[in-house]
């Protein structure tokens, strides 16, 4: 997740260093690999047999419960940067890491008082669609499209170049031939999920992690706290010392507290996690999945639900890291940022490096790291793709005129291209660090998507010209700014190295926050009504009262949008 994954990601050279796991570490975690692959390919085999539609294949038929689809939106959510990034900012922050789980808890409250049943309710398959309904199709439909696939090519960039500096770090793998292939491993059955499973398949692929993430972190959870006698005080005082922090480290401020420009990058970092959750277009999608609004409300509510109890385990993860754990700035996890406290503390709880307890624990969370992955880097393809056969194919190119079974082809084929495209640029990316790919994720969806999708739904007066002005410019604002910002030149890492993307003697950052997301939230919105204002075309206006109907109850949800 967001500015999470700018502590959490692994470079080559990280990687190279860890030491290499034994040999039984590496065939436990080798055989839960591919159990976990065979379990996922299976599900999507027999889910494909029911793909007879567009609706089938971009919404799975609306034929998912408030349940089913809470699971999946809670597979979709918590990505590795959760299970594995969380853990590890609070191992090496204390309280402040803690407070990415209250914000991306509390970006679920937006998600539903905001747009969950109403976008269901006036929306079909993608976000444009509910944007279109009232508005000019061929401009609005292509800014939403490029700004969905801005934020989900973002993201899951990350994520593959996350997939194979993990698998390499949990197996020992040193080689670049090695993390080639296996990026190209999970390319190749993320394009195969898709293709074949369409948002069923997809669905059925999340819920099985969701499932196996909460199962492997309840066990690891459990076995900690009963190390430590379910005393959480107990936890917290020994994390504490020996953090070699003391007090401090179960108070805030230790990472975000130190100057002004810190607590107001925390500031933008936070608004861009409680936001931009409403606006991500993965999540956004799965709202079409359900049959009725009480079941996206359900759905949101049992989300709700699983990651609250999901973020409250990695307090217990976090912390324990800190108490069994070497977190040191020589460690293993330091050296990692933290990326490897999860699996090391499953290690120890085990039994320790060595031990038969040990091992399983370990392979099990790397299994379980590994199905995180594939789960979410599905989802965000089917995102991208349905985007650009729908939106783009369907309604720009064809005008409407396009059938279902043509657009559906589109969608795989598309799927196959964004599938590659995302290999071919992970693999020379993997020496870099990509973090603020993540976190100008998050940051585009606030700044741009959510200004659009709020408008639209509660301002009469918004038209075409505001939509575009408040995609493209939330858009480029959250790019430009983050281009100038520290992430990409000029920051400098406690061990004299370099802390951005471009190498050290490069600093043409004059943007002094992280995530932009505190300028470029507020003008999205700025730019949606002054776009709005400064455009005498009120066409928007005739077809507000009929969104407002169809956003409260529902009725011709089923229907193409648009005209």
């Known amino acids: 997740m967001s500015g999470l994954l700018t502590s959490a990601q692994v470079t080559a050279a990280q990687v190279t260093a860890a030491p290499v796991p034994s040999s039984d570490h590496r065939t436990l975690t080798i055989v839960l690999f591919l159990v976990v692959v065979a379990i996922t390919l299976y599900v ?129 793998i040193s080689s670049d031939t090695a993390k080639n292939i296996t990026i190209a491993l999970v390319g190749a059955l993320m394009i195969f999920y898709v293709t074949v499973g369409g948002m069923k398949g997809t669905t059925w692929v999340q819920i099985v992690k969701a499932v196996l993430l909460m199962g492997g972190t309840l066990l690891v959870t459990g076995i900690v ?102 977190t040191g700035p020589d460690s293993q996890v330091a050296a990692t940022a933290g990326n490897v406290a999860a699996p090391l503390l499953a290690e120890a709880a085990g039994g320790g490096a060595g031990t038969t307890g040990g091992a399983v624990l370990l392979a099990l969370i790397a299994a379980v790291a590994f199905a995180t992955i594939l789960a979410v880097v599905a989802g965000l393809t089917l995102t991208s793709a349905s985007s650009f056969a729908h939106d783009i194919y369907a309604h720009v190119l064809r005008r409407g005129q396009a059938s279902e079974r043509q657009e559906v082809r589109v969608a795989r084929m598309a799927a196959i291209l ?66 100038f910002s520290p992430v990409v030149s000029g920051k400098v890492a406690p061990d004299g190295t370099s802390a951005s993307l471009f190498p050290l003697g490069v600093d043409f950052a004059w943007f002094p926050l992280e995530n932009p997301g505190i300028v470029s939230i507020p003008l999205g919105f700025l730019l949606g009504w002054a776009g709005t204002m400064l455009s005498r075309d009120t066409d928007s206006e005739r077809r507000f009262d009929e969104l407002q109907v169809r956003a409260l109850t529902g009725a011709g949800a089923e229907v193409a949008s648009g005209r």
Not at 248 to 272: R, V
Not at 301 to 314: D, K, N, R, S
Not at 432 to 456: E, K, M, R
């Open 418 to 483: 964004i599938g590659a495209v995302a290999i071919v640029l992970a693999i020379p990316a993997q020496r870099l660090n990509v973090a603020f790919l993540v976190a100008l994720a998050f940051a585009v969806a606030a700044s741009a998507n959510l200004p659009a999708i709020v408008y639209n739904l509660f301002w009469r007066r918004f038209n075409t010209r505001g939509a575009v002005w408040s995609i493209y410019g939330g858009l480029g604002s959250a790019v430009v700014l983050v281009f």
């Open 225 to 326: 706290l009963w190390k430590f006698g379910f005393n959480l005080s107990d936890l917290l005082g020994t994390a504490a010392d020996r953090s070699g922090k003391g007090q401090a480290f179960i108070e805030p401020g230790l990472k975000y507290g130190k100057t002004l420009t810190s607590k107001i990058d925390f500031l933008s970092l936070g608004l861009a996690l409680v936001l931009g959750t409403a606006g991500l277009p993965h999540i956004l999608i799965r709202f079409y999945t359900v049959p009725t609004s009480r079941a996206a409300r359900s759905s949101v509510q049992w989300a709700i639900g699983i990651i609250g109890v999901f973020y409250l385990m990695t307090l217990v993860l976090g912390f324990g890291a800190a108490a069994m754990l070497d």
């Open 44 to 172: 999507t085999l027999v889910a494909s047999r029911q793909n007879r539609t567009a609706a089938d294949y971009y919404a799975a038929g609306r034929s998912f419960s408030g349940f089913q689809n809470g699971m999946a939106i809670s597979g979709d959510y918590m990505s590795a940067a959760s299970f594995l990034g969380i853990s590890g900012a609070i191992a090496l922050s204390g309280y402040d890491g803690f407070l990415y789980s209250i914000g991306f808890l509390v970006a679920w409250l937006v998600a539903l008082m905001l747009v969950a049943e109403l976008l269901r309710n006036s929306g079909r398959f993608t976000l444009a669609d509910q944007l279109a309904y009232r508005m000019r199709q061929r401009p609005v439909r292509t800014a939403a499209a490029v700004s969905t696939l801005g934020v989900s090519i973002f993201y899951l960039l990350a994520q593959m170049v996350g997939a194979g500096s993990l698998v390499a770090l949990l197996l020992g």
